[in-house]
């Protein structure tokens, strides 16, 4: 045979076999019992297509060759044949359609929504294919004007057959920022709004229905992309654009429908600089918006040059933006991430206080002083009143520079910086007691005299076999012999973020008599004293760990009043 065909064999029956000019089964083949269709109904977006092959079986179900005719086309459709399916020579080179065939691929393009259908006919014989045109996952819906200017409303209509719901909500995929709604018309056909800056691609509609399929809820995006003005700067004006620490410099925006946060709001405002030097209070000082929001003035920082970025400018519809000035500021006042910050002492004993004297032309903040040496915080003791030195306790195993956290040029208390120091310190380690993995070989405590305490500073891993007294945690033990009865206070404490506590357990180290009153409030609950009422006899001191890491000490005292 000479007919060639093309195309994947569906796979209802009649698309079984389909063969040449003289098929085997034509001699046992029938009248048309009737039309099948695949698939049995359409659902296409506008502008969408789709395909339906239309086939004829007898009642036996063989495929029969007839010449398949749309004869009717419903509203918001086209219906035509495809003319590339299942070709055949009519010559050694060219491929035709036939004329007749077993089935025929007929293209459905939906051009509005409508709930409609298309009537195919052969052999006497019609079938109905009905279809759905629906905004599934596009709409054509319009915008009165898809370029609007900054500040302009926007009205966006809905596609003839379609509606919105009074409660639809408009969204840009995969923005932080979405679209305002102003108010809709009654009857669901159009909705205002206002859309931030930087949008360019299509919106979401949350809720659409439409006449095609009634009773659906579909969440189309627009097959029309809205494009609102491009604002990655922002044009301002300082008053300088060079200052020194703490010059008053006021910016000046001069786009009226660009603001700042206001003072008696909630808007954030800041300005921030690159390279400016960290702190708790480091950047520009004493931000203030104008009254009417459209100017603010600062305090020049130090170490900064280049363009700054306003935290944050407000655009209509009160959109909150990050973005950069388009001018540039330079400060005059640099300062070196290191100060020349002094130690009474390099080299300290355990536990010992020293003194960080601050260089001329700097003082320590007391409110948000901090101090961490080599990586660990140092025991703040007192600040001078002038914030001209700090007493500390570097924790014991710290080495290396310092970390001043609240540092200030003199007289710019406002100005509040993060510097390392040149100099260092090298403290030695605590010699952990030992033995306190066991009760048997626990270490025995000094219990004090009435009025006075007992200071234990140890350190060491806990690893003591965990008892019913300490959730199953590894304690280290310490053990106190009372020879009257006496009324004694434990106190624990730590300073390097871990979770201890402190429990006093009977003689088997296992009954729990009494534990640390701030158990459970983990690592910012310390320290944990309990005052307990004792009769003469051992009770055992478990110091447990609920952490992953061990301090490099703790303090354990016992007090008796």
């Not at 079984?16 to 977006?45: H, M």
């Not at 519809?317 to 130690?343: H, N, V």
């Amino acid at each position: 045979m000479n007919r060639f065909r093309s195309g994947m064999i569906p796979l209802f029956a009649l698309m079984a076999l389909v063969g040449c000019n003289s098929e085997p089964t034509d001699s046992i083949r029938g009248d048309i019992s009737e039309l099948v269709a695949s698939p049995t109904q359409l659902f296409i977006e506008l502008g969408g297509t789709k395909t339906v092959e239309v086939g004829a079986v007898d009642e036996q179900g063989n495929p029969l060759d007839l010449a398949y005719e749309v004869t009717s086309t419903g509203a918001g459709i086209t219906v035509r044949r495809d003319s590339s399916f299942l070709p055949i020579f009519v010559d050694d080179t060219t491929l035709r359609a036939p004329a007749t065939g077993p089935r025929f691929r007929f293209i459905v393009q939906g051009t509005g929504y409508a709930s409609t259908s298309f009537t195919v006919s052969a052999g006497g014989e019609e079938i109905v294919v009905p279809v759905q045109v629906v905004p599934q996952a596009g709409i054509a819906a319009t915008f009165d004007n898809p370029t609007p200017a900054l500040g302009d409303t926007i009205t966006i209509t809905a596609a003839p057959g379609t509606s919105f719901t009074q409660t639809a909500a408009l969204e840009i995929p995969g923005g932080t920022l979405q679209p305002i709604i102003i108010d809709r018309s009654e009857d669901g056909n159009s909705i205002r709004f206002l859309a931030p800056p930087n949008v360019n691609g299509p919106i979401t509609i949350t809720e659409v229905t439409s006449v095609s399929a009634p009773g659906l809820i579909f969440s189309p995006a627009t097959q029309t992309a809205l494009q609102t003005p491009l604002i990655d700067t922002v044009d301002v004006v300082y008053s300088t654009t060079s200052a020194a620490l703490g010059d008053l410099v006021t910016v000046t925006i001069p786009e009226p429908l660009i603001k700042v946060g206001a003072p008696d709001t909630t808007i954030p405002f800041q300005i921030q600089f690159e390279n400016e030097l960290t702190g708790p209070a480091a950047g520009a000082a004493n931000e203030t918006p104008s009254a009417d929001s459209s100017s603010f003035t600062f305090e020049a920082p130090a170490n900064v040059a280049g363009a700054a970025t306003v935290v944050n400018f407000v655009f209509p519809g009160g959109y909150q933006i990050a973005l950069p000035t388009r001018p540039t500021f330079t400060s005059t006042t640099t300062f070196e991430s290191t100060i020349d910050a002094t130690f009474s002492d390099n080299e300290p004993d355990i536990l010992q206080v020293i003194t960080l004297t601050a260089p001329a032309g700097f003082f320590f903040s007391a409110d948000t002083l901090s101090v961490t040496i080599g990586g660990q915080p140092a025991l703040i003791q007192s600040v001078a009143p002038d914030g001209s030195s700090v007493d500390l306790i570097p924790i014991p195993g710290s080495a290396g520079s310092a970390e001043i956290a609240g540092v200030s040029p003199t007289g710019l208390p406002q100005f509040i910086y993060t510097m390392n120091t040149i100099d260092g310190v090298t403290v030695p380690g605590i010699t952990p007691l030992e033995g306190t993995e066991s009760l048997a070989t626990a270490p025995e405590l000094t219990v004090p005299t009435v009025g006075n305490s007992f200071v234990l500073n140890d350190a060491g891993a806990f690893a003591g076999d965990p008892t019913d007294c300490c959730f199953g945690f590894h304690p280290r033990f310490y053990k106190i012999v009372l020879a009257a009865p006496t009324t004694l206070t434990f106190t624990i404490d730590w300073f390097q973020g871990q979770d201890l506590g402190v429990y006093i357990t009977e003689a088997d180290g296992t009954t729990l008599i009494d534990a640390g009153d701030s158990a459970g409030e983990g690592p910012d609950g310390h320290p944990e004293s309990v005052t307990i009422p004792l009769v003469a006899g051992t009770y055992y001191v478990a110091a447990v760990n609920f952490s992953a890491s061990n301090p490099s000490f703790f303090q354990l005292t016992i007090s008796n009043p």
